[in-house]
């Protein structure tokens, strides 16, 4: 492999992880159409680089979110129990499915969230009802309303129906699975969105790790392409996460959701 | 995010246990030092492939679990198997994160998230032993 592949990886890993942190959406779901468009990797590989993507932007982020104690993590342990189920069944299903079907289930999967981005929108917008008559009680500090939050989690055995789809997809696709599984914490569990988004991000690491051995040992992992790209990932991920707290996100939101479609499309007719 | 409903209650943060301290300090510190261990493992792995002579240029050939695990084991071995060694050690971080949970809840004496994290443990080695079987 040559040194401009090896930086072209790099780069790549580093805007896809930017643009995703910006978001709050992970590095997968822009990550594996670079990997396929752009660089014409085979999409089993394309999801295997992904998944450790998502384990590394995880852990990194969620050493932080837990000294703020934004993370529940009573809540992540019980809904791993779903989310480690559906990624090992979705990453076994992966590896029996042919790459073309892989790559036809993506650009749906892209199409839903460019839906789910906007969608979002609206939802940040409004008021967050919370319960504290609920289990799995959590506090943190929310700087923004310099109030302490206090909530309960209610409406368990849905948001882990739920968690365990994201896992699936997870497995499935090589993304993290935050898209589903916030606002299923939020509107179905009644959690305040910080922790929501928290709690998730917890636990993608572990929902990435049940089926990254699965593409492993099917040989899909290929340290020469996912290791200059992890790291840029990683890179990325932090500065997008810098950069969000500085920029108003609703244009932003929109032109990559309409970016998002139209990578669909390319996905899918490619 | 500062929107909260009239629901929400404005409470002081009553402090946490010391075990359920120690489970997040244990817990941070083992996500830290897996993600920028195996960092610094797969910067050494691409140094060692493209910068330091002889190797002008990498394989991309993708070696075997088995081939890394032997090098690793005689002491000799290249960039490709210090960057599969830092993806190893970061595709592990995740297992070792719910260890500690698991370890931190039954020294709480907390049976019902002792038990779990026990169930998540177990599906994860479930799924690397199946896996690499």
């Known amino acids: ?57 995880s852990s990194a982020g969620a050493s932080i979110n837990i000294e703020r104690q934004t993370v529940n993590i009573r809540l992540g342990m019980v809904l791993e129990i779903a989310t480690v189920t559906g990624a090992i069944l979705g990453g076994v299903t992966a590896n029996l499915l042919d790459g073309e079907i892989l790559r036809k289930i993506f650009a749906g999967l892209l199409l839903i969230v460019s839906i789910a981005m ?33 909530y309960t989690v209610k409406r368990l055995p849905p948001v882990m129906l739920i968690s365990l789809l994201a896992g699936n997809i997870s497995g499935l696709l090589g993304v993290g699975g935050g898209i589903f599984k916030v606002p299923a914490m939020t509107m179905i569990a009644g959690m305040p969105i910080k922790a929501a988004t928290a709690t998730s991000n917890f636990m993608i690491g572990v929902t990435a790790a049940a089926s990254a051995f699965i593409y492993f040992s099917h040989g899909h992992v290929n340290p020469l392409i996912a290791s200059p790209t992890i790291l840029g990932v990683l890179g990325g991920s932090l500065l997008g996460v810098t950069i969000s707290q500085r920029i108003k996100g609703t244009a932003l939101t929109w032109i990559f959701a309409v970016l998002l479609l139209a990578i669909s499309l390319q996905m899918y007719w490619r | 995010m500062g929107d909260y409903s009239p629901g ?121 032993v199946f896996s690499l079987r």
């Open chain 1, 1 to 57: 492999m040559s040194i401009s592949s090896l930086v072209l990886l790099f780069v790549g890993g580093t805007v896809t992880g930017t643009i995703g942190a910006m978001l709050g959406l992970g590095g997968g779901v822009f990550l594996v159409p670079f990997l396929v468009l752009a660089f014409d990797l085979p999409m089993h590989q394309a999801i295997a680089t992904s998944i450790i993507a998502v384990i590394a932007t």
């Open chain 1, 118 to 150: 906007i969608w979002r929108l609206k939802m940040r917008n409004g008021d967050v009802i919370l319960h504290t008559d609920g289990s799995l009680p959590g506090t943190f500090r929310d700087e923004a309303s310099d109030q302490t939050v206090a």
């Open chain 2, 8 to 128: 929400s209650k404005k409470v002081d943060v009553e402090p946490s246990p010391v075990s359920s301290r120690l489970v997040e300090r244990w817990t941070g510190l083992v996500l830290r030092l897996g993600v920028w261990g195996s960092a610094l493992l797969i910067v050494l792995g691409l140094l060692t492939s493209w910068v330091l002579p002889p190797e002008s240029s990498a394989s991309t050939e993708i070696p075997s679990i088995s081939t890394v695990l032997g090098e690793i084991s005689s002491g000799s071995f290249g960039g490709a198997t210090l960057m599969f060694a830092g993806l190893i050690l970061l595709m592990l971080t995740p297992f070792l994160r719910v260890l500690i949970a698991l370890t931190a809840f039954a020294a709480e004496r907390d049976w019902k998230f002792a038990g779990i994290s026990l169930v998540v443990f177990l599906l994860l080695v479930g799924e690397l």
